[in-house]
């Protein structure tokens, strides 16, 4: 009676196990269908034909179709340009706020700095506060250098947002990398600098990358800066949306073909450099 008992026992603790497991994988199915169910629904909405983008009730089945991407990215094609423009803003915002942020990062990461705190709440202040408060003193300002409508205006004013993000990142990497052996290095004869190059970018290696992939992936997302600074021939993608919210109508089926089109860099690099997030993210995470 005793074993029967506990087995009897173990067999209903499986069961509510197995029950409880269920309810969770139910919770988590719900889950992902509101949050991933809009995004899905959306990238098919690409691929419909514009007359089917607003039956009643919706069509779960469609014969797909390229028609909103040939219109967009084809012939007119005129969101084709827009592609390019984003990766030289984005790019270009990339590679100019990596300096600066590294050589602040290792400065805030190394040296006894009086304020400390005070740039490091500064640097999340610029963060926190709304975009829309920079872009008239920096349209301006862009207007009065004549750079109002380059590229150059909306790579430098980004670095307002992606210097401070960049800081905030990276100090933290290099906060990991133990100083004794930029001590080692200096004892062998080399200098601050070529311990920097030599050691820390090395071993801080994974958070460079994924700074680089979150800036660039913020910078590629911004909206505000490029509809402020930008012109008709360096308009970049995501405001690129907006010109199809005409006086007539919102063609939706060829703001889902360019929203589907400038999701896919982002995709595309973390799906290339995801390794280096895992890296990144655990950077420090076991010491020896």
Same mark, same amino acid.
Request: charged letters at 10%.
């Given at each position: 009676?005793?074993?029967?008992?506990?087995?009897?026992?173990?067999?209903?603790?499986? =069961? @509510?196990?197995?029950? &409880?497991?269920?309810?969770?994988?139910?919770?988590?199915? +719900?889950?992902?269908? $509101? $949050?991933?169910? #809009?995004?899905?629904?959306? @990238?098919?909405?690409?691929?419909?034909?514009?007359?089917?983008?607003?039956?009643?009730?919706?069509?779960? *089945?469609?014969?797909?179709?390229?028609?909103?991407?040939?219109?967009?990215?084809?012939?007119?094609?005129?969101?084709?340009?827009?592609?390019?423009?984003?990766?030289?803003?984005?790019?270009?915002?990339?590679?100019?706020?990596?300096? !600066?942020?590294?050589?602040?990062?290792?400065?805030?990461?190394?040296?006894?700095?009086?304020? =400390?705190?005070?740039?490091?709440?500064?640097?999340?202040?610029?963060?926190?506060?709304? #975009?829309?408060?920079?872009?008239?003193?920096? *349209?301006?300002?862009?207007?009065?250098?004549?750079?109002?409508?380059?590229?150059?205006?909306?790579?430098?004013?980004?670095?307002?947002?992606?210097? #401070?993000?960049?800081?905030?990142? +990276?100090?933290? %990497?290099?906060?990991?990398?133990?100083?004794?052996?930029?001590?080692?290095?200096?004892?062998?004869?080399?200098?601050?600098?070529?311990? *920097? $190059?030599?050691?820390?970018? #090395?071993?801080?290696?994974?958070?460079?990358?994924?700074?680089?992939? !979150?800036? !660039?992936? $913020?910078?590629? &997302?911004?909206?505000? %800066?490029?509809?402020?600074?930008? =012109?008709?021939?360096?308009?970049?993608?995501?405001?690129?949306? @907006?010109?199809?919210?005409?006086?007539?109508?919102?063609?939706?089926?060829?703001?889902?073909?360019?929203?589907?089109?400038?999701?896919?860099?982002?995709?595309?690099?973390?799906?290339?450099?995801?390794?280096?997030?895992?890296?990144?993210?655990?950077?420090?995470?076991? =010491?020896?």
């Amino acid at each position: 009676m005793h074993w029967g008992g506990a087995g009897g026992g173990v067999e209903l603790s499986r =069961k @509510i196990r197995s029950r &409880n497991r269920i309810v969770i994988y139910a919770l988590m199915a +719900l889950v992902m269908i $509101f $949050f991933v169910g #809009p995004i899905l629904w959306f @990238i098919l909405l690409a691929f419909r034909h514009p007359s089917e983008a607003y039956t009643i009730p919706p069509q779960l *089945f469609f014969e797909p179709t390229l028609q909103s991407f040939e219109r967009t990215f084809v012939d007119p094609g005129n969101n084709r340009p827009q592609v390019l423009n984003s990766i030289i803003v984005s790019t270009g915002a990339t590679l100019l706020s990596l300096p !600066f942020a590294m050589s602040a990062a290792y400065a805030l990461s190394r040296f006894a700095l009086r304020g =400390k705190d005070f740039i490091m709440n500064w640097y999340i202040s610029l963060l926190i506060a709304p #975009p829309i408060v920079f872009v008239i003193p920096y *349209f301006i300002l862009m207007s009065r250098i004549g750079w109002a409508g380059t590229y150059q205006a909306m790579i430098l004013t980004l670095q307002t947002l992606a210097i #401070p993000f960049s800081v905030w990142l +990276l100090k933290s %990497f290099m906060d990991e990398v133990p100083l004794d052996l930029e001590e080692a290095a200096w004892v062998d004869g080399a200098t601050r600098l070529s311990a *920097f $190059f030599r050691i820390i970018i #090395p071993l801080a290696l994974p958070g460079i990358i994924v700074t680089s992939m !979150f800036t !660039f992936v $913020f910078s590629w &997302n911004n909206v505000l %800066f490029p509809l402020i600074l930008s =012109k008709q021939s360096t308009t970049t993608l995501p405001v690129g949306t @907006i010109s199809f919210f005409a006086s007539t109508g919102v063609y939706w089926n060829q703001i889902a073909a360019t929203a589907v089109v400038a999701m896919l860099p982002p995709m595309l690099i973390f799906l290339v450099l995801g390794r280096y997030v895992v890296r990144g993210l655990t950077f420090g995470a076991v =010491k020896g």
